[in-house]
């Protein structure tokens, strides 16, 4: 079966985000002072092929875990469903 994955990787809140940081700061230069304390992450996409959701699940696991988020300074979430 096909599955997709739609990831979502984050700076850990604990973290300073330099890259949201800028951006916050460009928000008043725009005259968009009312929008505060931006963090940019990364969406990441993909298509599985698996025997079922709990296999597809798993694969995505393992991809963030190993390639896809760094523990010490990131966290992700997910939802996979059928393609």
Not at 1 to 8: L, V
Not at 56 to 79: G, H, R, T, W
């Amino acid at each position: 079966m096909k599955f997709t994955a739609k990831i979502n990787v984050m700076p850990l809140k604990a973290l300073l985000d330099p890259q949201g940081k800028t951006v916050t700061a460009s928000m008043k230069r725009i005259n968009l002072p009312e929008i505060e304390n931006v963090r940019i992450g990364k969406h990441i996409t993909l298509e599985i092929d698996a025997a079922d959701q709990a296999a597809a699940e798993q694969k995505v696991e393992d991809a963030c875990k190993k390639l896809l988020a760094n523990p010490i300074m990131e966290f992700y979430e997910y939802s996979v469903t059928k393609a």
